[in-house]
């Protein structure tokens, strides 16, 4: 019951800031063509009717807001958002905690492959300066 006062609270927030027409308006349709996919990946039909992809829509900007609100929160405590505030906020739904720790693993992974991608090929292009002339 604390989760639906929270809710309230969130949304009341959410509705002062803004107004509810603009901001619903503003948001419809953000992420229909990724949930198609995701609907047919966990079963739907290949082509969901569009009223199932504008309700699930819906439900996943109303998710992102509210918890991008409570890490807002969380994260003025501080004087600026950061990861940890997310990762707080879900830290008792194990399966969203670790698909996230483990993108962000991911990311830092990827991060790092770009930097000595980056460094040798500095490398090589310092080489092949230094080769060029001496052919030529």
């Given at each position: 019951?604390?989760?639906?006062a929270?809710?309230?609270?969130?949304k009341?927030?959410?509705?002062?800031?803004?107004?509810p027409?603009?901001?619903?308006?503003?948001?419809?349709?953000?992420?229909?063509r990724?949930l198609?996919?995701m609907?047919?990946?966990?079963?739907?039909?290949?082509?969901?009717?569009p009223?199932?992809?504008?309700?699930?829509?819906?439900?996943?900007v109303?998710?992102?807001?509210?918890?991008?609100h409570?890490?807002?929160?969380?994260?003025?405590?501080?004087?600026?958002?950061?990861?940890?505030?997310?990762?707080?906020?879900?830290?008792?739904?194990?399966?969203?905690?670790?698909?996230?720790?483990e993108?962000?693993?991911?990311?830092?992974?990827?991060k790092q492959?770009?930097?000595?991608f980056?460094?040798?090929?500095?490398?090589?292009?310092?080489?092949?300066e230094?080769?060029?002339?001496?052919?030529?």
């Amino acid at each position: 019951m604390s989760n639906s006062a929270a809710g309230t609270s969130s949304k009341q927030r959410a509705a002062s800031s803004q107004p509810p027409d603009t901001s619903s308006k503003r948001r419809r349709g953000v992420f229909q063509r990724e949930l198609q996919h995701m609907m047919y990946g966990f079963g739907d039909d290949p082509n969901p009717l569009p009223e199932s992809v504008a309700l699930m829509d819906d439900i996943v900007v109303e998710y992102i807001t509210e918890l991008v609100h409570k890490a807002q929160d969380i994260g003025s405590q501080r004087g600026k958002l950061s990861v940890e505030d997310f990762l707080y906020l879900i830290r008792k739904d194990m399966p969203k905690l670790n698909r996230c720790t483990e993108l962000l693993s991911m990311n830092e992974e990827l991060k790092q492959a770009r930097k000595l991608f980056e460094h040798d090929e500095e490398n090589l292009r310092k080489v092949f300066e230094v080769d060029e002339p001496a052919e030529g």
